[in-house]
């Protein structure tokens, strides 16, 4: 059969008559408008029928600029064109946005994290299982073809026994935001995320066991005493005995830079940086290569791949390559390394598990 054919008797779609997965997206920002661009221009079989935002104007902008419909949140969920939804809204509004999703019968790509506290993220994951649909949350780096070929290297044993990881994530700089904007604990629940999915990734098989984390004002240190943090390092140790590091920082003058390393028993693997391109210009000033100010530049066939999975899992059935329930140990790293910061200690998960609801996040 053509593996191009998208028919719904194929695939098993909803409605009759239909010829491609239909596509929602939740939230019109920087990042709900690159996806919506991939669904609606880059992945064929699959169509971006409507766009959502509490701003009607950036929904209708959006909507306008790639041929879908601006659309409210209730209309999104209740329409029986749209067979998933995507969610770009903002970090502590995508559990409950899950939780609905789920409970309309649609499928779900949610961007990280998938929730703020261990409750919330147990209570999506439970949604999707319960309803039946595809829960696939943004890690997108596992899609980064150096870090699939990584990943690839470790599950062929060549590199052994990993012994020691470490990833990064440093956001481009020079850092302009307002620090009274970024909610508490940002760094370690929006940004480093990203970090603690990969190691576990780069790790397959084993489970975090504690966590010991520090974190200052750095950028912006005036910012302190409100309790910004823009600057984080932290230590994980695993069940297989692998110790691995994850650091961030907000403000890195020379681009946005993604790396990852696992040092293992028989060699080791890297993979990451922020160049934009493999030029590199050699004058008198010295050597000198373009690097990437965004993470949709950086990572830009890593968010094709994803949300191309994301159809896959839908239309062929394809296992999830970034559950609901490894977004819940990510998490769950997160949450012991801001209590690690509070605290000064070193925090086992375990410690976190059993006390699902006793940390403040800072959510609203």
Not at 5 to 22: I, K, M, N, T, Y
Not at 277 to 299: E, K, N, P, Q, V
Request: proline letters at 5%; aromatic letters at 6%; glycine letters at 8%.
């Amino acid at each position: 059969m053509d593996d191009n054919d998208v028919r719904p008797e194929r695939f098993g779609l909803r409605s009759p008559g239909v010829d491609a997965l239909r596509l929602a997206v939740v939230g019109a920002g920087r990042i709900g408008a690159n996806h919506a661009e991939i669904v609606a221009r880059r992945i064929p079989g699959v169509r971006l029928v409507a766009v959502a935002d509490p701003v009607e104007s950036a929904a209708q902008r959006l909507a306008s600029e790639l041929g879908a419909e601006p659309a409210s949140l209730e209309d999104v969920l209740a329409r029986d064109d749209v067979d998933g939804v995507l969610i770009s809204a903002p970090a502590r509004a995508h559990a409950d946005l899950v939780v609905a999703a789920a409970a309309a019968g649609k499928h779900v790509f949610c961007e990280k994290p998938m929730a703020v506290t261990l409750a919330d993220a147990e209570r999506a994951v439970g949604a999707a299982e319960e309803a039946g649909v595809v829960l696939q949350v943004g890690f997108n780096r596992r899609f980064a073809p150096g870090f699939v070929a990584s990943r690839a290297r470790i599950d062929d044993g060549q590199v052994g026994n990993p012994q020691i990881l470490r990833s990064l994530t440093r956001d481009p700089g020079p850092f302009a935001g307002d620090p009274a904007r970024v909610p508490q604990w940002t760094i370690f629940l929006e940004t480093l995320i990203h970090d603690f999915d990969i190691l576990c990734w780069l790790n397959p098989g084993a489970t975090p066991q504690r966590v010991h984390a520090f974190a200052d004002a750095l950028v912006s240190p005036e910012a302190r005493s409100r309790g910004h943090l823009d600057t984080a390092v932290v230590s994980i140790q695993f069940d297989n005995g692998a110790i691995a590091t994850a650091d961030a920082n907000f403000s890195a003058l020379y681009g946005y830079d993604v790396r990852a390393e696992v040092f293992g028993s028989k060699g080791m693997v890297t993979t990451g940086n922020a160049r934009a391109t493999d030029m590199t210009f050699y004058d008198a000033d010295g050597i000198h290569t373009d690097t990437s100010r965004r993470d949709t530049d950086l990572l830009r066939s890593a968010y094709v791949a994803e949300l191309t999975a994301f159809a896959d899992s839908i239309l062929h059935g394809s296992p999830v390559r970034a559950t609901g329930a490894e977004a819940r140990t990510a998490l769950s790293i997160a949450l012991a390394a801001i209590r690690s910061v509070e605290t000064g200690a070193t925090v086992a998960i375990a410690d976190v598990d059993t006390a699902v609801h006793g940390l403040s996040t800072g959510a609203a």
